[in-house]
């Protein structure tokens, strides 16, 4: 079983550049979601998503933007890069929208920006 | 939204000994609290999760205790042992708009000395 997918593993941009962060899981999942994680911060929620085309912001979305045309898919778009980026993203998903059921998380995106 | 603080930020254990971890949350209306298990470079995973309408749960050397009164919960490993050594997140569930997020604790690096 694949579960949650991420890619690329890690990134380095310069200050401006635009990216994509990849996120594809294979259970059929309703609920999707973007996390990053800073020092001492633990886990910041960045955009959700509870079904395919529907999506919405959480804790720290500026700068970010997100889509969900299938369920399959949830990508991350930096819009700018700045070096306030700097950080590890993970995606996660879970069965269920009340995000009462375990939440499975892929591997990570540690992205640099300079 | 929902605040969730964790203590210690790290913690050093003696393999055989327990440790605890204790976290607070501030929404009286959570009602799901799981915590994850971070190894090095991975992403992290469900070791455990409680519903408010438990008071404790066990899975051999893990415990969860929830005190809804006072809107606390800990993590509790038995008997450590080198693997348990990663870094460990509380969470908790809301839903202060409308849709379910995971809000997270800073996470605690637990280290078992051999």
């Known amino acids: 079983n694949a579960g949650v997918t991420q890619t690329p593993k890690f990134q380095v941009l310069k200050t401006g550049q635009s990216m994509t962060l990849q996120c594809a899981q294979d259970m059929n999942h309703e609920y999707m979601s973007w996390y990053r994680q800073d020092p001492g911060m633990g886990l910041r929620l960045i955009h959700y998503?509870?079904?395919?085309?529907?999506?919405d912001q959480g804790e720290v979305p500026n700068g970010y933007n997100v889509s969900r045309s299938t369920t399959e898919d949830f990508p991350l778009r930096l819009l700018s890069a700045a070096p306030s980026q700097t950080s590890v993203y993970f995606c996660?998903?879970?069965?269920?929208?009340?995000?009462?059921?375990?939440?499975?998380f892929g591997q990570g995106t540690r992205l640099t920006v300079v | 939204g929902e605040n969730v603080e964790q203590h210690p930020s790290t913690l050093s254990v003696q393999e055989g000994d327990s440790a605890v971890i204790k976290c607070t949350y501030s929404d009286s209306a959570s009602n799901y609290f799981p915590w994850y298990k971070q190894e090095l470079g991975k992403g992290p995973q469900l070791i455990i999760d409680?519903?408010?309408?438990?008071g404790e749960k066990k899975d051999q050397r893990i415990a969860v205790t929830l005190n809804k009164t006072a809107k606390h919960f800990s993590l509790h490993i038995t008997e450590t042992q080198p693997e348990d050594s990663a870094v460990y997140f509380c969470?908790?569930?809301?839903?202060?708009?409308?849709?379910?997020?995971?809000?997270f604790g800073a996470g605690t690096t637990v280290t078992v000395r051999a």
């Open positions: 409680i519903r408010s309408n438990v």
């Open positions: 996660a998903s879970s069965y269920s929208r009340t995000v009462d059921t375990e939440a499975f």
């Open positions: 998503s509870v079904g395919a085309g529907i999506t």
């Open positions: 969470a908790a569930s809301s839903a202060p708009s409308g849709d379910y997020k995971l809000s």
